[in-house]
């Protein structure tokens, strides 16, 4: 957990987490990542948010994903793009974060990001399934009881 306030910072809002109150660009510049790394990219500041994704977009990881609206999100990509950031790259970026399930409330936002991440753990890729008729656990159709 990479939260520069040190009064939000604590040890009982973050168990078991490491955390850190450095500068997140040094932090990044530093961090070690691997195809097991999970990155989620969620600060205030949008030119720390594009100085973040440049340091990281290059590196390997299991998921990178960035909070933002889509047209923060586009600009981000423009000047990536613009730095010679190849095209490749960002089809792996998981941005805007989060599966689409109409959030509105910092709490429905944080659940659609959980549950983008448990997705990516899982393996899953594609669309996601609904539980509309057919699907649901117990109908006739599924054949489940």
Known sequence: MLFRSEEWNTAERFEGCARVTSDPRAYARA????????????????????????????RQWAYLGLIGSRGKIARFFLRLRAAGVEEALFAGIHAPVGLDI????????????AAELVRVRRGQSGPVAS???????????SGTA
């Open 31 to 58: 961090l070690e990542t691997d195809a097991r790394t999970y990155i989620l990219l969620v600060t205030h500041v949008h030119a720390l948010d594009q100085d973040l994704l440049e340091l990281l977009i290059a």
């Open 102 to 113: 109409g959030a509105v409330t910092p709490e429905e936002i944080a659940v659609s990001i």
């Open 131 to 141: 539980m509309r008729e057919g699907h649901r656990l117990g109908s006739a159709r």
